[in-house]
């Protein structure tokens, strides 16, 4: 007797309370049915079915039966369907919504190799600092600094940053070089901040931890558009190490009170928790993690 077959057939027949029913859903003959029914009940020792002349009705043995056995169906089911996609090609729409700073200075140069892996991937990227709804907005995962209250999503941790004080060598030569944060007070900035992000930074220094109102003299909702208003010594900026490094190695900008560490940032890749991950999404997440979680920004 072939168990699993005999499992469906229960299942469907419980389902539909008819065996001429069942036969049809599973396109087998009504005695068919009733054959692997007897067979399983006689290899169970048990009775799964009371049946009359009106109606089929499941015995308490086989109530139990019949809820195990849809359990087991579509536990197996959920790993033909992980074994056969992660032989498959991806393909499809995958939709990626990526804050502004990380899409545009990390993301974006890593994507034509994952293209070139994928091919058969139409991807769509959104650069935006706005919360997002995953599953509202049929979005396939979300890049964001720091962890989400919400237990809908899976986290995966892809990179870090940390927020650095920068200006550039003209800045400098006008300005001086500061040695405390109450230097800052009264010297021009230009800072990203974009809704509640960038209003404030907390630094450890000498063990201790500084919390840093940034001061609102000129704001930008982009972190590029600070970087390039930064290099042009419109005045100091906090921005993240990803993106200044190469300025700092050119000596385009320079890095103001190193002694300062800004505390570390994580950057998460969010999706909706499932059963079965789409293919498309694992593969993308581990691109992720293989490209950016072993970069040292600092």
Partial sequence: MDMVEAMRVAVAVARHRSFSAAGRNLHLSAPSVSRIVAELEADLGVRLFNRTTRQINLTDAGTEFVQKSAGLLEELELMRSAVRERHKTPRGQLR???????????????????????????????????????????????????????????????????????????FCERHGTPKTLDELEFWPSVT???????????????GKIIDFEVPQHLTMNSARAVR???????????????????????????????????????????????????????????????????????
């Fill in 192 to 206: 990203q901040v974009s809704g509640g992000w960038g209003r404030s930074h907390r630094f450890s220094r000498g």
């Fill in 96 to 170: 990626v919504s990526c804050v502004t700073a990380f899409g545009n200075e990390c993301l974006a140069p890593a994507m034509p190799e994952f293209s070139l892996r994928f091919p058969q991937l139409d991807i769509s990227i959104d650069l935006g600092n706005r919360l997002v709804d995953l599953i509202g907005e049929h979005l396939d995962v979300a890049i964001r600094v720091g962890p989400l209250r919400d237990s809908s999503l899976i986290a995966q941790r892809i990179s870090t940053q940390r927020i650095v004080f920068v200006a550039s060598p003209t």
């Fill in 228 to 298: 390039n208003a930064c290099i042009t010594a419109c005045g100091y900026s906090l921005l993240p190490d990803f993106m200044v490094a190469q300025d700092i190695a050119e000596n385009r900008l320079v890095r103001l009170l190193p002694d300062h560490e800004a505390v570390e940032q994580p950057i998460f890749a969010f999706y909706a928790q499932r059963r079965h991950t789409p293919q498309k999404i694992r593969v993308f997440v581990d691109y992720l993690v293989e490209v950016f979680s072993g970069v040292d920004n600092g």
